[in-house]
């Protein structure tokens, strides 16, 4: 059975950190490029970041950009995004995704999401 299961959303300050992490059952997480997106109230959804199988690059959205870090561990088959100085602006939904190829990192190329976990930043 497949799964994919966030955790580490939540409440945060201004200038605060979250980690979020994803853990994949089911299905190797090595055999795919991992993303991370989001989606803010009434906007659509965007990439945040993403590693790509073939090479090991990894791309970032240009809002997560020097602030945000992304990494994987295959032997535990669980992604992880590290949120640094959070912004109002980052207050979203957050989905991990795997796309199985070694290199497209789009919406449309992902076959596994995550549920969704929210982040809040809030004064």
């Known amino acids: 059975q497949v799964q994919f299961v966030e955790s580490g959303g939540g409440s945060v300050q201004p200038g605060g950190s979250l980690r979020l992490s994803c853990a994949a059952s089911?299905?190797?997480?090595?055999?795919?490029?991992i993303g991370w997106f989001r989606q803010a109230p009434g906007k659509e959804r965007e990439k945040v970041s993403c590693i790509h199988r073939d090479d090991g690059t990894i791309e970032f959205g240009p809002s997560a950009k020097g602030r945000f870090t992304t990494s994987r561990d295959n032997a535990k088959n669980i992604m992880y995004l590290q949120m640094n100085d959070l912004e109002l602006e980052d207050t979203a939904t957050y989905y991990c995704?795997?796309?199985?190829?070694?290199?497209?990192?789009?919406?449309?190329?992902?076959?596994?999401w995550g549920e969704g976990t929210l982040v809040t930043v809030s004064p």
């Open positions: 995704a795997a796309a199985p190829s070694g290199y497209e990192c789009y919406e449309l190329a992902m076959h596994y």
């Open positions: 089911g299905f190797d997480l090595g055999d795919y490029s």
